[in-house]
């Protein structure tokens, strides 16, 4: 991945995480917890932003690439 790439995190209605890009309609992964999720999600872009989404709806920034 390029260095301006972003990727978002978010809970599922399954309880998983998904790990996508912005507008995407399927996901670059799914993982069984937050961590797991955000540990992956560096992997995919080790140098492009990573984003959580809260349950709230909120984004808070893991990483900025």
């Given at each position: 991945?390029?260095?301006?790439?972003?990727?978002?995190?978010?809970?599922?209605?399954?309880?998983?995480?998904?790990?996508?890009?912005?507008?995407?309609?399927?996901?670059?992964?799914?993982?069984?917890?937050?961590?797991?999720?955000?540990?992956?999600?560096?992997?995919?872009?080790?140098?492009?932003?990573?984003k959580?989404?809260?349950?709230?709806?909120?984004?808070?920034?893991?990483?900025?690439?």
């Open positions: 991945m390029a260095k301006h790439d972003e990727l978002i995190i978010e809970k599922r209605d399954d309880g998983r995480w998904e790990i996508k890009k912005p507008h995407a309609e399927r996901s670059s992964a799914i993982e069984d917890t937050q961590k797991e999720a955000i540990d992956r999600a560096k992997e995919l872009a080790p140098e492009g932003d990573i959580l989404k809260g349950l709230d709806g909120k984004f808070r920034q893991i990483r900025k690439g």
